[in-house]
């Protein structure tokens, strides 16, 4: 296996990453452009992309990582959008456009169309919520994008799964998609279900951080294998289970934690990075099946169907969203009016990804009986043009939508004032819980000792309120900025020390790491302590 090309891509999208981050434009659409441009730079590798590689193997951390960063309660609170997304739209888009196509391109079997119209349904996971966050979107209307794209890739493989058998001749019927639908959902559940408690358990009974993290970088496989394994839905299986990890990640040791988030936020970094570069790195692939007779008239094609997959999503959303209020007086009084602004933009919000291309690039060359599958290069094509043509035009539109309907932003002062209230009762909690146990003379402490925890209670309780204060004349810094500052300039000096002492040959190696990294927490403490 050549290393090479893995390590040019990997190096390649994260630095096109980094660069987005100091520009206006979403590192998804960046990267994208950037594989576009260097797919045709002469020397660059062939990059075809692997469904056996990104469905098993970059599909379920990139869920993981969303869904134990996602909020259950908030999911729960949305169930019936997020259902009506992630179920309903994706099976209405595969039929419309399957319909569409089979319409639109002459000799093109409504079989074989809905096999295209599976592949393009879900919107991607990634790009949706980047662009929704970056731009502050309402914490409903992302929270509905981001549970409707963590859940529609199992509708979509399952319902590409039954599209596919009618295309390739093995045969279909109305009952049997719905009963594979129907296995691939309830066993998808039931296995993350079976899974999670267990999971759970060993997360919270190993000792050491570092096997505590090993089993965390493993949990989306193995829930996503064992879920293949019995026929189910693996995409439902690792939803569930970290939805489930993330709701109790509080009970799991302290250093476990932040080692945790700081090696899942390098592995979302890099495997987002590499899968937006993967899509545009796959032009010449795509193109390369197109001959040349072929090109203008598919470019028609393409557009057209980019319009369908747009209005679709138009037709489905408004309806969904207003007409279960209108028929029904319990949704009325349980549930916030979604407004046609949010409707707006959750219709808007239907970028496609690299699940889409995966499911494409897996469909078989030939039928049964050896016949070409009808017109595969073709949806190769179409399905690509999509991808690119929603997260182009409907990605950087996007920003400027939310912009131009102008949603009111967060309240910065009482989202402050909710952060300092709770943390003044966590605060008193503790300190009658330390009276408690001063009061033990098991628990015997000297005076500056049992002060030292006082004072840190009291910092505690007092940072978020001091966020609150005035901004000093002179620096233009808050209190919180200041006190931040000065505990990294105090860490600083120290740090200093130690290394001079260990190049003076007074400390060994081994005594300033140990030394440094007591600095190191001290100095996320104080960090995070500042908020």
């Known amino acids: 296996m050549d290393v090479l090309p893995l390590l040019l891509l990997v190096a390649g999208s994260a630095a096109v990453a980094g660069a987005a981050r100091r520009t206006p434009v979403p590192a998804p659409l960046l990267l994208v452009a950037a594989g576009l441009a260097v797919s045709y730079v002469p020397g660059v590798p062939d990059y075809t992309l692997d469904p056996e590689v990104v469905l098993p193997l970059l599909l379920p951390p990139l869920l993981y990582t969303s869904a134990s960063d996602s909020s259950y309660l908030d999911l729960r609170a949305q169930l019936r959008p997020v259902a009506l997304l992630s179920v309903g739209y994706v099976l209405f888009a595969t039929v419309v456009v399957g319909w569409a196509v089979h319409l639109l391109v002459p000799g093109m079997p409504l079989p074989a169309a809905l096999v295209l119209g599976a592949v393009v349904a879900p919107p991607d996971a990634v790009a949706a919520t980047a662009i929704a966050r970056r731009v502050g979107l309402p914490s409903r209307i992302t929270t509905i994008l981001q549970g409707e794209s963590l859940l529609n890739d199992a509708t979509a493989i399952t319902a590409y799964k039954v599209a596919l058998a009618a295309a390739i001749g093995e045969g279909a019927t109305w009952a049997g998609g719905i009963r ?129 997959v747009v209005l679709a999503r138009f037709v489905w959303v408004y309806p969904a969203a207003f007409g279960p209020r209108v028929l029904s007086e319990r949704v009325r009084q349980r549930e916030d009016n979604p407004t046609w602004r949010g409707a707006m933009v959750t219709s808007w919000a239907g970028m496609r990804g690299v699940v889409s291309l995966a499911i494409a690039f897996s469909i078989p060359e030939t039928v049964h009986g050896g016949q070409p599958f009808p017109q595969r290069n073709l949806i190769l094509f179409l399905t690509f043009t999509t991808v690119i043509g929603t997260l182009v035009v409907q990605g950087l539109s996007l920003p400027p939508l939310i912009h131009l309907l102008k949603f009111p932003g967060r309240d910065q002062q009482a989202e402050t004032l909710a952060e300092a209230n709770a943390q003044a009762q966590a605060s008193r909690a503790a300190e009658t819980h330390l009276d408690e146990l001063l009061s033990d003379e098991r628990n015997a402490l000297p005076p500056p000792l049992a002060d030292r925890l006082r004072a840190v209670l009291e910092r505690r309780r007092n940072a978020v309120w001091e966020r609150l204060g005035q901004v000093n004349p002179v620096t233009g810094e808050s209190v919180d900025d200041t006190y931040r500052r000065l505990s990294r300039e105090m860490i600083g000096a120290e740090r200093e020390v130690f290394v001079k002492l260990r190049d003076l040959r007074y400390i060994d190696d081994e005594m300033l790491r140990a030394l440094l990294r007591r600095l190191d927490l001290e100095e996320a403490a104080a960090y995070r302590e500042a908020g």
Do not use: C
């Not at 066993?187 to 279900?193: E, M, N, P």
């Open 180 to 308: 594979e639908f129907l296995i691939a959902a309830v066993g998808g559940v039931g296995v993350g279900l079976v899974l999670m408690a267990p999971l759970h358990w060993l997360r919270t009974h190993l000792k050491e951080a570092l096997l505590q993290n090993t089993l965390s970088l493993l949990i989306p496989f193995v829930a996503y294998g064992v879920a293949e394994q019995v026929h189910a839905s693996g995409v439902l299986a690792v939803v569930v289970v970290a939805l489930y990890l993330g709701h109790r990640a509080w009970e799991v040791d302290f250093a476990t934690r932040l080692q945790e988030e700081a090696v899942w936020k390098m592995v979302a970094f890099i495997l987002e990075s590499a899968v937006f570069a993967l899509i545009g790195l796959q032009l010449p692939v795509v193109l390369k099946g197109l001959g040349a007779s072929e090109g203008p008239r598919a470019a028609w094609y393409a557009v057209a169907l980019f319009l369908v």
